[in-house]
């Protein structure tokens, strides 16, 4: 059996597949299906400073390889994660990364202080939530702003700070050097693309929202487009995702330099596809002779 440990920002990972936040939830939904310590970590359901209802539905729709979401990172806010989440989470012999959302900077701040003295491995900082100082735009769709809002967090905390980036912006490598400049321990992306369907019988957006965020597979291309762009600029580990969906997307992102993966849309059209991942990438590793999932990453030889 090949060695499936990897590390990031100093956190080590006992395999480098990870629910990504908003498809997981805070894992109890799972647990009845498989042990949640056969994952490398799960990444928890974003987390704003007080609880939201999100948006009004409907807010989900299928698209082709892939599905639009506006749910609006409905959440029982950050105190409610650390007294009643937080505890059973940390029995379940994995990685807790908190991910955290806000709508000002300030917001962003006070969640990662009450973090700072809890058992959480590692805080993702989600830069695509809309500041609501700034007329909406979303932090992560400017340099200035994205290296505003890490420098400020990482103020506010030792934790390994992780950084998970917007896809929708003119150039990400330049989002992923600014934010690593200003104290990132790592990034990750890519958070999903801004889509939109239709309904021509009614003739109205079929999301309450108007738009909604887009994954699945027909994502997967650009995402891992993206990450072997930042893989390339930065020095921090990146972590990938976007329409992974078994271990050779698993593969293909860790060669195009993903130090470990999340794993989003694949987990509503199969559950167990974390697990089936981890189980495939094992015997890939086998299949190769090669001894550590390490040696993947970077690999990919460019023509």
Not at 268 to 282: Q, R, Y
Request: aromatic letters at 4%.
């Amino acid at each position: 059996m090949a060695d499936l440990r990897v590390t990031v920002a100093g956190v080590e990972f006992k395999n480098p597949i990870i629910p990504a936040s908003g498809a997981f939830g805070f894992g109890r939904e799972y647990e009845c299906l498989y042990p949640l310590s056969k994952l490398g970590g799960i990444s928890c359901k974003g987390t704003t400073l007080n609880g939201q209802n999100g948006n009004p539905p409907p807010r989900i729709a299928e698209t082709p390889s892939g599905m639009l979401n506006s749910v609006g990172l409905q959440n029982p806010g950050i105190d409610h994660f650390i007294e009643k989440e937080l505890p059973y989470l940390k029995t379940q012999d994995t990685v807790i990364i908190a991910n955290v959302a806000g709508h000002t900077v300030e917001d962003c701040m006070e969640i990662a202080r009450r973090l700072e003295p809890t058992g959480v491995d590692m805080i993702e900082l989600n830069i695509s939530c809309p500041n609501v100082k700034q007329g909406g735009a979303a932090f992560g769709t400017s340099c200035a702003a994205a290296e505003n809002i890490t420098a400020a967090v990482r103020s506010c905390t030792t934790k390994p700070l992780m950084v998970k980036l917007s896809p929708n912006v003119t150039s990400i490598t330049d989002i992923a050097k600014a934010v690593e400049a200003a104290g990132a321990d790592a990034v990750s992306l890519i958070n999903t693309l801004l889509g939109m369907r239709i309904d021509i019988k009614t003739r109205r957006p079929i999301l309450k929202n108007n738009v909604g965020g887009m994954s699945g597979p027909a994502v997967f291309p650009i995402a891992l487009r993206m990450v072997w762009q930042v893989a390339n600029a930065v020095s921090v580990p990146v972590v990938g995702m976007g329409g992974v969906s078994n271990y050779q997307d698993a593969v293909e992102m860790m060669l195009a330099g993903a130090t470990a993966i999340q794993m989003g849309a694949a987990i509503f059209a199969d559950p167990w596809a974390p697990v089936k991942t981890i189980e495939g990438l094992n015997r890939y590793l086998d299949e190769q002779k090669i001894e550590k999932v390490t040696d993947l990453i970077g690999q990919v030889q460019p023509w």
